[in-house]
């Protein structure tokens, strides 16, 4: 392929372009990264599996596929999550903290 220079260049200059767009992270949001390898705990409810990890606790759908994080933000006491069971006969998750505290969600 023989390029003329000034198509050479400017496909260089669009190919950093891409490449340093598809990395970057916009300033006013924020990226978590859960560890999926290593589970503390599972809860399983009729719509959700609930997974606690070393630096999260999320939920996944089980009909959609959709992984959640679960924090303060939706509706959590505390970020420290140890333990979870989910009760089926009062369709509610009890989850307890490091501190003490227990959140029941129905």
């Keep these: 392929m023989n390029f003329p220079k000034k198509q050479l ?3 260089i200059i669009i ?6 767009l598809g990395a970057q992270v916009p300033t006013s949001t924020f990226r978590t990264h859960l ?3 290593v589970a503390r705990g ?3 409810s009729q719509n959700f599996v609930y997974v606690i990890t070393e630096n999260g606790f999320y939920r996944k759908s089980k009909s959609e596929n959709v992984t959640e994080l ?3 933000r939706n509706g959590l006491s505390e970020m420290n ?3 979870s069971a989910y009760q089926v006969t009062d369709n509610q998750l009890l989850i307890g903290y490091e501190s003490g505290t227990i959140d ?3």
Excluded: Q
């Design 15 to 20: 190919c950093f372009i891409s490449l340093n």
């Design 81 to 83: 999550v140890t333990t």
């Design 70 to 72: 679960l924090d303060k």
């Design 35 to 37: 560890n999926y390898e």
């Design 104 to 106: 029941v969600i129905t």
């Design 42 to 44: 599972v809860s399983v």
């Design 9 to 11: 260049r400017f496909f």
